[in-house]
């Protein structure tokens, strides 16, 4: 069984920073791209950035020159410092992951989900 669980949340005024973290535990020989998503209320959960596991990282527009997605492969971590928060940064952050394990061979999983709250 994999599980996903993220850290790092809360309170910041606007200017302020966080660091995410998403430490991925279980059975795992690998990990793929891994992924932060982001959910405002009554709103589908969008794509924020995300990282392979070779490093390539991709960033949704709104985030780019502000948010900075790594990963530690030894650690089966995934981190998202965000620096220069907005209050339409707020929002329940979720990690994602692809993870090569046993039973199933690949899959995906979600994190619980860690809330950002950014006052202005």
């Known amino acids: 069984q994999v599980q996903l669980v993220e850290s790092g949340g809360g309170l910041v005024q606007a200017g302020g920073s966080l660091r995410l973290s998403c430490a991925a535990s279980?059975?795992?020989?690998?990990?793929?791209?891994m992924d932060w998503y982001r959910q405002f209320p009554g709103k589908q959960r969008e794509l924020v950035a995300g990282?392979?596991?070779?490093?390539?990282?991709y960033y949704a527009d709104s985030v780019k020159g502000r948010f900075t997605i790594s990963r530690d492969n030894a650690k089966n971590t995934l981190y998202l410092q965000m620096n220069s928060l907005k209050p339409e940064d707020t929002a329940v952050y979720y990690c994602?992951?692809?993870?090569?394990?046993?039973?199933?061979?690949?899959?995906?999983?979600w994190g619980q989900g860690t809330r950002v709250t950014v006052s202005s």
């Open positions: 994602n992951a692809e993870v090569v394990s046993v039973i199933p061979p690949v899959g995906n999983y």
């Open positions: 990282i392979t596991r070779g490093g390539t990282t």
């Open positions: 279980g059975t795992i020989f690998s990990i793929n791209h």
